[in-house]
């Protein structure tokens, strides 16, 4: 894994085209920390659908009466299958022995479209003895909410010799919001690891000849639900995985010679090559030009994956020649030594 904490630099060095400033800036891969970071010693996770089709569900016309009643289903499939997708990714991550569905738990269950109350520590403790898991991903809730807009347009229509002709029609646009929320919960620590809510957009259009025949129109409509909710549960499973993140750092360019011909080796992805000639200026006799060579050399040990060197490099350049970039620079180097000690602790066995 020790690979994860290396930075990858990207290939392409945003140049500074204003020939009086002095830095080029750089972007790279760091490699985060899982946003939910479960313990290394559990191997068995529990998962739960505490959702349930809410009653009193968008009944305000007509066209809201039939939705209403694909609209329970579309939840009731839509939490299912965000829970399976949840379930296979994780039993992909090979990471977890068991992964269990937890299911006819009918009293945990609620109907509303918000976080509900959270699970006592009681219950949680219940349920992993009960199923024998160590930790509970919980789909706290799940609803889908549908909005209606229609307007007149022209449809072509069979006459009854089956020519079509351009009638006027109606089009009806299905705005339907899926909203979601999970939590994780650990027992041992008592400490709920994470609690999240996001929402999902799918707008379907239909025509017809009347708002009703254009509603039916809109096909695919629990497909799109169904996958949408898929995507929903195999993103949630993401959370549990360090990840990448683009970040931006200056490099100083001017200062000799030798700086001017590292911008250029540093353009090509030659970033060992640019750091020989900033090493070379470590000793100048020129203040400003050696802690210039010393922040450097911070950036060049921080592309290297050595973010304790690059910190000792920093500090120097800071407390010995005064560079005031390479104390702010210092807090984003001391930063990622915490995230990479927490990434460590994530990814060791």
């Known amino acids: 894994m020790k690979n994860l904490l290396y930075l990858a630099v990207s290939f392409c060095v945003l140049s500074v085209s ?14 985060q920390p899982a946003p939910v970071p479960i313990p290394n010693d559990v191997q068995n996770i529990g998962i739960i659908n505490r959702s349930l089709p809410s009653e009193g569900h968008k009944t305000i016309d007509q066209i809201d009466k039939i939705l209403s009643v694909e609209g329970k289903n579309l939840d009731k499939h839509g939490a299912e299958a965000a829970v399976v997708a949840l379930q296979d990714e994780l039993i992909a991550e090979g990471r977890f022995e068991n ?35 160590d930790v509970i991903f ?47 919960y650990d027992p041992k620590s008592k400490l709920i690891l994470d609690e999240y809510s996001f929402n999902e957009n799918i707008v379907g259009v239909g025509k017809g000849i009347n708002p009703i025949e254009a509603v039916k129109t809109v096909i695919n409509r629990k497909e ?18 360090p990840y990448s993140r683009r970040v931006t750092r200056n490099y100083f360019v001017k200062g000799t010679d030798n700086f001017v011909v590292a911008k250029r080796r540093a353009q090509t992805g030659d970033w060992d090559g640019a ?40 500090s120097k350049s800071y407390s010995d020649y005064r560079n005031s970039e390479a104390l702010r620079y210092l807090d984003i180097l001391r930063y990622r030594q915490r995230q990479n000690r927490e990434l460590n602790r994530q990814v060791s066995k």
Do not use: F
């Not at 009293?107 to 024998?132: H, M, N, R």
């Not at 799109?224 to 995985?241: D, L, Q, T």
């Open 18 to 31: 204003t020939s009086c400033v002095s830095t080029n800036q750089l972007t790279m891969n760091a490699v």
């Open 99 to 133: 992964i269990v569905n937890i299911e006819n738990e009918t009293e945990l269950q609620k109907g509303v479209g918000v976080l509900p109350a959270t699970l006592t520590w009681s219950q949680v403790e219940a349920l992993c003895d009960k199923y024998a898991v």
């Open 138 to 184: 919980s789909l706290a809730y799940y609803d889908t909410d549908t909005k209606v807009d229609y307007k007149l347009t022209t449809i072509e229509y069979p006459n009854s010799l089956g020519i079509k002709l351009p009638i006027p029609g109606h089009e009806v646009t299905l705005r339907t919001l899926i909203k979601n929320g999970w939590r994780v």
């Open 224 to 241: 799109a639900v169904v996958e949408h909710s898929k995507n929903i549960g195999n993103a949630y499973a993401r959370r549990i995985r």
């Open 275 to 314: 750091a020989k000639l900033w090493e070379s200026e470590l000793n100048n006799h020129d203040e400003k030009v050696a802690g210039r060579a010393y922040y450097n050399m911070a950036i060049s040990n921080e592309i290297n994956g050595d973010l304790d060197k690059a910190v000792e490099y920093a």
